[in-house]
């Protein structure tokens, strides 16, 4: 029973073989030498792994097959690790009993070429990783090393070190320069491509008219830069105005003779503004340089009853400040007023500290209780002969000491505390200082402002009274200029739409014609329609930048949608919602086989067009010319194909290996984790990922390429496993291996 079943798996193949013509497979754009591809892949200490490497990878098709459970993630783990991906806990491997947790460090190198290698030296220079181009330039060679340090307590927390061509790099560096080489497609990112209007769209661009995809986005930059030059002017004329002049106009007398009071009202303002400052500056300044001795009896230039700023320190700030262009020092002049404030507050401390010590006027002062006490002391003894004499007379001894005490403190007060408060007292009332306040909050109240918006306030309505004009003269010539740009962009994009349009015919017709082998009795749709609310023609105002901000590096006012039509539906359903995820994946690949490269437009972290096009929405903007070629445009030069064979067999199985094959010739290189020993067999190159236990019943994995009776065996267990005898499998297995062979052999010379 089994030989018959082997009879019709290998017919099968042929009669699929036989009719590839059917199939649609673009022919390559050059010739193979030079093509660009990942060529070693080696890790250590990753996982489960302790040390493996992939090298001398196929620049075709190299498949990635073993039990399940065996470790083939490893391949799909230290590639998202070399493009940049986060890194886990679970990732790392401990080796030692004692806790120490060794580096895990994954290192990929790729060889390119042509645009690869043109994307990825711009891109390091945008990047001002400019040590690793000479490598680059040099041995085409692109080698990135990412290392992972479990730290903390417990190595709890995860740190990377990473370089490309041993140039420190980050992560950022990483998912830019990298990750765009290496289209990962398993199940989820086939829903993710497929679901996200951006990618749809990029993968329709894969396909248009270079000239029309190179105008299109030139008129679009062209047209950003001429509206934000008007945007600019108009905010120039109108952001100074204060809330007061809304509604007003230079066109009406009265208009005209109030706004000429008002700013003659903040020109005088200004002036008593100027002179106060300049007297705060000068007074500080001089009483600080001249204030007495400087030392260590001089009281501190701040203490717990000052404000954060000092009296010098305000003087210095004041003396940078500016009125036009600026707030004028609102908050200094009021860190000035409590510094006045704490200023007075101390010297009325130590005068009241003098009294208290050595008026004798006061009762409560300390001189007049020694007056007191000595008066007291005159009346203890009278008898001079008595022992309470004697010790009366060592009392009065003891108090001229204390008298003298208190007048040599007395004098420290008055000569060294008080003297120095008065020499660096400032001339500057608190009373003048809270005038020019009051006048300043006056001016704001009127005007709707801040107080730190009169200084604006004036600078803008003297520029209205003088007429703007250098403005008023801008304002239409800018006007006139975003319209031709708007116009311009407007007919790049109707051209951009009508191709678009015919791209998604043609794969509309190529991508049905291949569902059938896949397995899928479907009709593939792809709608291109307009945006909603698009008109074509609008004037030029000011609302948002028409047709809306380029998606990704696409530009235009197209949406994409992906449909299919099963053949007992009456109605077309969208991709990600009616096809199930491992359709979804065949999809994805029938729409790369059509158009090479489309699939690397979904999820990877390449520099877009909003990136290098200046600084977005109504900011300053500049044309960053021919830089804006290269985005998005190069393919990726890898498709890692993670097990996108699920759930497929038969004829279906046999059309994605031929797929597979067809497109590691004349597209990028494919690496494909695989259970399908159809897809097996028609590699390049294939390696096998086993599970292996050590003396130690430590586990490990090994990494090995099969050639001959190893590959197979390995084919025979992936196609008949413990079901069949090992005599039927090996057969089998031969059978499928020549017909791949014989199949890449007739494709070379295609």
Known sequence: MFHLVNIVVVLTIAL????????????????RNGKSQIVDISVKNLAIVRSARLDDLSSRLTVVTGETGAGKSLVTSAIGLACGDAASIDKSRQHDPDGVFEDSVVTMTAKLHGDALTAVSKKLKLLNLDSAIPTLESTNALTVTRTIKRVGKGGNKIRSACTINDC???LKDLKV????????????AAATVLSRPESRLGAIDRGVDGGIMREARSSYRRYRVARSKRMKIERDLASSLPPSFKGMSMENDGD??????WVEELDAFQEKWSLFRDNVVADIGANQDGGGDSDETSPPTSSPSLTTLSLPQCAAELSKVTWEGGDGGWETMLSLKDALVAHDQSYQAASEALMTLSSKST?????????????????TASDTGSTVYDETEKAHDLLNEVEAMVQRCAEQIENRILSKLEATRPYVTVEELDELLVDWKSLARKHGISPEQVCSCHSGLRSELDGAVENREKLPRATMEESKALLKYQEGCKQLTEDRKRVAEMLREKVTDLLPSLGMEAEFIVDVRRKMGIEFGLEVKGGGLWGGKAEGDSVGIDVVDFLLLNNKATEAGKVEETASSGERARILLAIETCLPGSIGVGGSAAVSLNDLDGAGEGGAEEDCGDDMEWVGKEAPISVLYDEIDSHVGGRA???VAKLLSNQG?????????????AIASMADRHIVVEKKGDENDEIDVRVSSVLGSEREDEIARMAGGEMVSEEDSIAFSRALIKEGKEFREQTATL
Do not use: F, M
């Open 363 to 379: 009762l409560e002062s300390a001189a007049s209780s020694v007056e007191k006490t000595r008066d007291l002391l005159y009346d």
């Open 665 to 677: 010739k004349s597209g990028s290189q494919i690496i494909s984790i695989t259970h399908n020993a």
């Open 168 to 170: 420190s790099a980050n």
């Open 177 to 188: 320069v990298v990750a765009p080489l290496v289209a990962r497609i398993d199940a989820n």
């Open 16 to 31: 699929v073989i036989q009719t590839s013509e059917a199939l649609c497979v673009p022919k390559a754009g050059g010739p």
């Open 653 to 655: 199985a046999v059309a």
């Open 256 to 261: 005209a003779t109030t706004l000429r009071h």
